[in-house]
């Protein structure tokens, strides 16, 4: 299992990956589903100094398990960033997003220098709730009508974890 970053190229295995998991992220997330659109979330994650974007593969054949998105990057005295991911169905419970989290988490305070990082999730959300609280993250509090989603402003639960 390894992360690495979204390439244009990844296109048509992500798509099909997206399009097969839309009973699990519903209405929780919406991953592109076309070429198309992923074209444009692709390339907002590699051309975005504010954001960076990891694939989450399996290591036997490198198929895509999952992905973890670093958006809203702060430097200066904040160094901090807000993570968005979603597992793929067919890797969901196999313990892979956990460790690509770990794996995101340890680059972004080393590689990228970021001191904090932070989720926001729906609390009815148990499973991204459970894979904040396994990796570490602390609840730290509640955003009422947080973000846009579903076609509804959502509550979030806020969740952190800071470099040592």
Known sequence: MGIRHFTYDDAAEFTARARESKALHHPWLYPPVTSTTYATYAGRLIEDPTKAGFLVCEKDGGAIAGYININNIVEGAFLCGALGYG?????????????????VVQYAFTAMGLHRLEINVQPRNAASVALAQRCGFRLEGFSPDFLFIDGAWRDHQRWAITAD
């Open 87 to 103: 597992a793929f169905a067919h890797a969901a419970g196999r313990g892979l997003m956990s460790e690509g989290l770990r794996l």
